[in-house]
């Protein structure tokens, strides 16, 4: 019997610390990563080389490679010195590198996957240049993606600056899918990117799988201030087109009010809250448990038990 073809859309920590769990079970894994970032090493590496950005690339391999530990530590090793260097991410240049000299990032991953042992596939979502833009609540229009995340204003919606076609290998993946994950992460800057094409829509449409968003347990300022887990879902809904989030997943477990409160003062973040009747409202179905894993103060998933509920989810169907 073949494995359960998963396909992850999403960016950023979220999406990675969502990968370090899956890979541990027998699922054909396909990340589908945004690509709009462009911030600091990858930033400048965009602007110089005129190529889509590769830190989340770099994170979502790290964490489905089956290599050594040093391995990854030397991917995300970043420089410190006084020349051109400083601040770039050595799997940043590797990325950029293998993109030259494959012609595009999809080779370029494809290429660096076999030599990292990767559980899963990983694609760009787009091999153009990807401007993500915002209009603001208040109607100001913010381009590019680190400059709507420091803004701190609330997010309306959020399109791309120019035309971006979907990377045809990401569009017959997800026709051919058992399961269409949104990961956790930044709802409107790594989740909802992906969601932005007409053709991603269209083959989301086509596809049998079910939709499954598993959400954030604290909100982040300006993108998700105040929003409920029944917030995140319309948000999503509302790119999703005529299919909408069939499953949630959802943290059930106590955060101490120490921990709130740090994050409140130092983030401006506040915890989710699960307003399990609105969502039963909406017919969506709910996975929840409790998925916290504080370590040194900072909140987390257990990946091992949501990659458990995901994968136990998928062999009941």
């Not at 396909?30 to 889509?52: P, Q, W």
């Not at 590769?54 to 489905?64: A, C, H, K, N, P």
């Not at 899963?120 to 401007?131: F, I, Q, R, S, Y």
């Not at 569009?171 to 709802?187: C, F, P, Q, Y």
Request: aromatic share 6%; charged share 25%; hydrophobic share 40%.
């Amino acid at each position: 019997m073949r494995n359960k073809k998963v396909v992850v859309l999403g960016g950023g920590t979220g999406m990675s610390t969502l990968l370090k769990g899956l890979k541990l079970f027998p699922l054909d894994i396909t990340a589908v990563v945004s690509v709009s970032d462009d911030g600091k090493s990858t930033g400048r590496l965009r602007a110089e080389f005129n190529t889509i950005a590769v830190g989340d690339i770099r994170r979502v391999i790290t964490s489905l490679s089956e290599t050594e530990p040093l391995i990854e530590k030397l991917m995300n090793y970043r420089f410190q010195t006084t020349s051109d260097l400083n601040g770039h991410a050595v799997g940043n240049l590797v990325l950029t590198a293998l993109a030259n000299i494959t012609g595009n990032m999809s080779d370029g991953i494809e290429s660096l996957s076999k030599v990292f042992n990767l559980k899963g596939k990983v694609l760009p979502l787009t091999e153009d240049n990807a401007t993500l833009s915002a209009i603001m609540e208040d109607g100001s229009e913010i381009i590019g993606e680190h400059n709507i995340t420091e803004s701190n204003k609330s997010i309306k919606k959020v399109f791309y600056k120019d035309d971006v076609k979907t990377n045809p290998l990401v569009l017959k993946e997800v026709e051919n899918a058992d399961l269409i994950l949104l990961s956790m992460g930044s709802l409107y800057t790594s989740v909802i990117p992906n969601l932005l094409n007409a053709d991603m829509r269209r083959a989301i449409r086509k596809s049998d799988a079910k939709i499954m968003y598993v959400c954030n347990m604290m909100t982040q300022p300006g993108e998700t201030d105040n929003y409920t887990v029944s917030d995140h879902i319309k948000a999503l809904n509302n790119y999703l087109g005529k299919r909408k989030v069939d499953v949630v997943v959802v943290n059930d477990g106590k955060i101490s009010d120490s921990i709130i409160e740090k994050y409140k003062v130092a983030e401006q973040k506040d915890k989710v809250e699960f307003d399990k009747e609105k969502i039963k409202k909406m017919k969506v179905q709910i996975i929840h448990n409790n998925y916290v894993d504080i370590s040194e103060g900072v909140i987390r998933h257990q990946v091992d038990k949501l990659a458990l509920d995901i994968y136990s989810y998928l062999f009941k169907q």
